[in-house]
């Protein structure tokens, strides 16, 4: 059972934008805090950012003022505005969802459902 659905990646060049969304498929992760991470070749999965429902955001320091987090409630949808993109911004983006809504926010081990995840490039 597929509960969270990316979307949005492509390939972009230097300097352009890209919108990934996370759409959830189960009504009970309304209330879920969820939560973007990424992987890139090589390395490993880190934070990207997340929100709790009632619209707390919290964002990697490093990507503050490029990437923004929303959420529409209604739709069960999370969305990552990504701008100013750099080859280094170049890894699969995984959405996640907590339903503890868990202080540690930079933890995956923390969040209970993963997507697919969707593959963003960035050429330089």
């Known amino acids: 059972q597929v509960l969270l659905v990316e979307s949005g990646g492509g390939l972009v060049q230097a300097g352009g934008s890209l919108r990934l969304s996370c759409a959830a498929s189960?009504?009970?992760?309304?209330?879920?805090?969820m939560g973007w991470f990424r992987q890139a070749p090589g390395k490993e999965r880190e934070f990207v950012a997340s929100?709790?429902?009632?619209?707390?955001?919290y964002y990697a320091d490093s990507l503050k003022g490029r990437f923004t987090i929303t959420r529409d409630n209604p739709k069960i949808t999370v969305y990552l505005e990504m701008n100013s993109l750099k080859p280094e911004d170049t890894a699969v983006y995984y959405c996640?969802?907590?339903?503890?809504?868990?202080?540690?926010?930079?933890?995956?081990?923390?969040?209970?459902?993963w997507g697919q995840g969707t593959q963003v490039t960035v050429s330089s």
């Open positions: 996640a969802a907590d339903v503890h809504n868990t202080l540690n926010y930079w933890r995956q081990e923390e969040y209970d459902y």
């Open positions: 189960q009504r009970f992760l309304s209330t879920a805090f």
């Open positions: 929100i709790r429902w009632t619209g707390t955001k």
